[in-house]
């Protein structure tokens, strides 16, 4: 029987549980260190012969915890759902989700814990870094380099070559034809730096 441990048991988490199994894990077993019934990462560290993959929407706790998990001798799980279309010169770094009908096309650069959430495209020779939430629907086109713990709201579009700083939010349904800053809140069609994203 193949297993994997989904470490969070919330919305995000049944999500990564049902591409999990549709990878082909037999068995799901949800981690939580909340006040639940369920097993908490304490009561399951020895068994680091069982992969694990994230089930945390927070881009800061989700490094947190990949940073835990592989300290602790855990092997993370890269999940791809089946009915994404992967360029076979993409490369997708461990840890990392993509959901369903997610693109990801010639020589992009995805990261670490990163999550690809449904239908979104990633364009050719795009970089996308460490722990960035990329949300459905949202486009990136060719040569966009988007910064680490960075989040990219729901419906977003970013032209060629822009670059989006680490830390960064970028309110929902925004147009980006400007690079953003380091740090930055920032929407609108054209999506304009609104403040500091603490």
């Known amino acids: 029987m193949k297993q994997i441990y989904i470490y969070g048991a919330s919305g ?15 068995e799901v077993i949800f981690v939580d260190d909340g006040d639940n019934d369920l097993q908490s990462f304490e009561q399951i560290k020895s ?3 069982i992969p694990m993959a ?7 706790i989700r490094k947190e915890l990949f940073a835990k998990v ?9 999940l791809i759902h089946p009915s994404s279309v992967i360029s076979s ?15 990801i096309n010639a020589k992009a650069k995805i990261g670490y814990g990163v999550i690809l959430n449904s239908g979104c495209i990633i364009e050719h020779e795009c970089i996308v870094g460490d722990f960035v939430h990329i949300s ?12 680490e713990l960075t989040h990219i709201g729901i419906g977003s579009s970013v032209i060629q070559g822009i670059s989006v700083g680490s830390n960064c939010l970028v309110g929902a349904g925004s147009v980006v034809v ?21």
């Open 12 to 26: 995000h988490g049944f999500v990564v549980a049902d591409i999990a199994r549709a990878c082909g894990y037999d």
């Open 136 to 147: 459905p629907n949202v486009a990136l086109a060719g040569n966009v380099c988007i910064g």
């Open 54 to 60: 994230l089930g945390i929407g927070s881009n800061t």
């Open 178 to 198: 400007k690079n953003i800053k380091n740090n930055k809140k920032a929407y609108g069609n054209p999506c304009k730096e609104i403040g500091e994203n603490e």
């Open 89 to 103: 010169s993409a490369d997708i770094g461990k840890g990392s989700v993509v959901m369903p009908l997610v693109t």
């Open 47 to 49: 068994n680091t012969n």
């Open 70 to 78: 592989e300290s602790s001798g855990f092997k993370l799980a890269t």
